[in-house]
C-alpha cells in the first residue's frame, strides 16, 4: 500500500483504528522508505527495524481488541537526544557513539504509552549546537527538496524525515530555533511548546534554560495530536510546570474573527529576503481575508537575542557537557598517561569543533572577572527581550514574522564563518530567552524551496498557536507540497 507514507498523523490514526490497514503494513512501507532514503538523506543514525515491528505488531493486537492509545501503531522517530532504554543515544557525537540508555525519556515512555512505534534515532548536530546539521559525527543531512542544501539544524535529521514521508512524525529539540528553523527550510510544520511544557527529562541537555522538546509533523492538526500527549507535568523534571494540558485538537477550530496578530517590525529589516518577506506577507494577506486584525508591533531589544543567547547557551552547554570526562561514560582514550591526560585526550577526542567552540566560549564568561561583564550582563538583557515580549501580548493575540531570513543554504556554504551560521537564528532565538510558545509553518515557495512562517503565542498558549496555524493550512496547501521525487 504505497499510499501509506502519504498520510499525516490524524489520517493514519483513522485508518488503522477502522482496521482499514494495519500497523505491521504501515511500519513496514515507512521502512522501506527509510532504507531507501538513508543513502541520499542520511537521515537517521539508528533504525530499529525488529523493535519497530515488534511494536506494530502489539499495536495491531491492542486495536483488534478494541483497546489502543491515540497513536496506537503509527511509526515516529526520536531525536537521537532523547534516550531510549535498549537503544544507543549518541546525539550526534563521537562522545556517545556507544552509548545505550538503561532508562527512557519521558517524551518516549509518553509516546510508547499513546501506541506510537519507533522506527529510529534521527541525525542531529552534535549536542544540538548547529543550525544545519552539519556538525555530525554521522555526517550531514541532507535536504529532500535539494540534496545539495541544508535540512537546517540542529533537528535536521528529524525534519528531512518527515519532509521526505520517511515518517509522519519525530520528535525533536529546541534551543533557539532547532525545531522551527528546519522546519522552514523542509517545508514542514514544527513546534517549540512553552519551556516546562514537555518534560525534559532523558533529554540529553544542552542548554537548560532553553532546551525545550517539541514536535515535526507535516500539519498543526498532525502537531496538536502529537503534543496532546507528549505535554504534561512531570515529578522527576525540575523545570516541568505543573499546569492542565488542553484538549489541543479541539480547540483547532477556533475562529480567526477578531485576532489581534502583531507584525515583529524588527524581523522585517534589510536582513530578510526580498522573495521571503513576500510569501510572509501573501499569508498576511490570508489571515485578514479570515478575520484578522493586523498590527505593527515593535520589540525594541528583540535584535540582541544572538548575541544574548551565544553567551548564555555556550555557558550552561560548558556546565552540562562537563559530565563528559572518559571516566563513568562516553569516549574514553586509549592507554591513558594519567587523570589528566584521560581527561584532555577523552574531551578532544570526542568533541568535535562546534562543540569545542561553545565550551571554550561558555567557560570564558562563567570565569573570574568576566562573569559580570557577559554572563550577568547578558542574563539583564534577556530580561528586557522578556519584558517586551509581556508588553507586546498585552496588545495582540500572537505575533507573526518570518522563520529564517533566507530558504535553504548549500551545505558547506556557512561552516567557515561561525558568525553567518549563528544569525541563521535570528527570528527564532526570541522565544526561547523568553520561553514561549512557537510554531512555523509553510507558506511558499521561493526558487522551489520552501519558506516558513512564525507564530508565536503567550506562555502556554500552544492551543492559540495551533489554531492559527491550522487556519492557514485549511485555505492553503503547502503544508500538503512534498519534495520531488518523495512523493
Known sequence: MSE??????????AGLKARRFSSVEVTEAHLARIERAQGELNAFISVTREQALAQARAADAALAAGRGGALAGIPIAHKDIFCTQGVRTTCGSRMLENFVSPYDATVVQKLQAAGAVMVGKTNMDEFA??????????????????????????????????????VPGATATDTGGSIRQPAALCGITGLKPTYGRVSRYGMVAFASSLDQGGVLTVSAADAALMLGEMAGFDPRDSTSVDTPVPDYQAQLRQPLTGLKVGLLKEFFDKGLDADNEQRVRDALRVYEGLGAKLTEVSLPNLPLSVPVYYVVAPAECSSNLARFDGVRFGHRCDKPRDLMDLYCRSRGE????????????????????????????????????????????????????PTTPTPAFALGAKTADPITMYLNDIYTIGANLAGLPAISVPCGLVRGLPVGLQIVGPHFAEARVLSVAHALQQVTDWHRRVPEGWA
Open 4 to 13: 501509506l507514507h502519504g498520510m499525516g498523523l490524524v489520517e493514519l490514526a
Open 129 to 166: 549546537m548547529g543550525s544545519s546539521n552539519e556538525t555530525s559525527y554521522y555526517g550531514p543531512v541532507r535536504n529532500p527538496w535539494d540534496p545539495k542544501l541544508v535540512p537546517g539544524g540542529s533537528s535536521g535529521g528529524s525534519a528531512a524525515a518527515v519532509a521526505a514521508r520517511l
Open 350 to 401: 570526542g568533541f568535535g569543533a562546534e562543540v569545542k567552540r561553545r565550551i571554550m566560549t561558555g567557560t570564558y564568561v562563567l570565569s573570574a572577572g568576566y562573569y559580570d561583564a557577559y554572563y550577568l550582563k547578558a542574563q539583564r538583557v534577556r530580561a528586557l527581550i522578556n519584558a517586551d515580549f509581556v508588553r507586546a501580548f498585552q496588545q495582540v493575540d500572537v505575533l507573526i514574522g
